[in-house]
């Protein structure tokens, strides 16, 4: 649908550090709507405060890893820190749900965890 789509395994407040200024560098101040979840153990507010300020909505999914954190507890969490916080059921979704919302000078961030990547990627290009 000729939106961007940029995906990044940050998970980390160093990486969010990283990738923000590699959006900075590469996209200017174009807005991000937030495809995420983390795993259990790291503070999503260190993490998702660098970013904050680009994001326009954030979509919450679930990941297929046994320490991820549960959509609902993620939402609870991203409330508080970032706009427009949905739950979705499943990763695939969600980025459906981000497309279809981006407009043309958006950016869809997929990030938060490898996982969440690794498994968006197998869904988009259907390999294994």
Same mark, same amino acid.
């Not at 900075?24 to 970013?51: C, S």
């Not at 981000?98 to 950016?107: G, K, R, T, W």
């Not at 690794?118 to 390999?127: A, H, Q, S, V």
């Given at each position: 649908? !000729? *939106?961007? @789509?940029?995906?990044?395994?940050? =998970?980390?407040?160093?990486? #969010?550090? /990283?990738?923000?200024?590699?959006? %900075? #560098? ?16 790291? $503070? +999503? #507010?260190?993490?998702? $405060? /660098?970013?904050? %300020?680009? @994001?326009?909505?954030?979509?919450? /999914?679930?990941? %297929?890893? =046994?320490?991820?954190? +549960?959509?609902? &507890?993620?939402? &609870?969490?991203? $409330?508080?820190?970032?706009?427009? /916080?949905? !739950?979705?059921?499943?990763? @695939?979704?969600?980025?459906?749900? #981000?497309?279809a919302q981006a407009s043309e000078e958006e950016i869809i961030l997929v990030t938060g965890t490898f996982y969440l990547v690794?498994?968006?990627? *197998?869904?988009?290009? !259907?390999?294994?």
């Amino acid at each position: 649908k !000729g *939106r961007t @789509i940029v995906l990044d395994g940050a =998970h980390n407040p160093d990486a #969010a550090n /990283v990738l923000a200024r590699s959006l %900075d #560098a590469q996209f200017d101040d174009r807005k991000v709507i937030l495809v995420t979840n983390m795993l259990a153990g790291h $503070e +999503p #507010a260190d993490f998702y $405060e /660098v970013l904050r %300020d680009r @994001i326009s909505s954030t979509f919450v /999914v679930p990941v %297929d890893f =046994h320490r991820a954190t +549960p959509v609902d &507890a993620m939402v &609870a969490k991203l $409330e508080q820190i970032l706009p427009s /916080v949905s !739950g979705y059921p499943t990763p @695939i979704g969600g980025l459906n749900a #981000a497309v279809a919302q981006a407009s043309e000078e958006e950016i869809i961030l997929v990030t938060g965890t490898f996982y969440l990547v690794g498994e968006l990627l *197998r869904d988009i290009t !259907g390999e294994a």
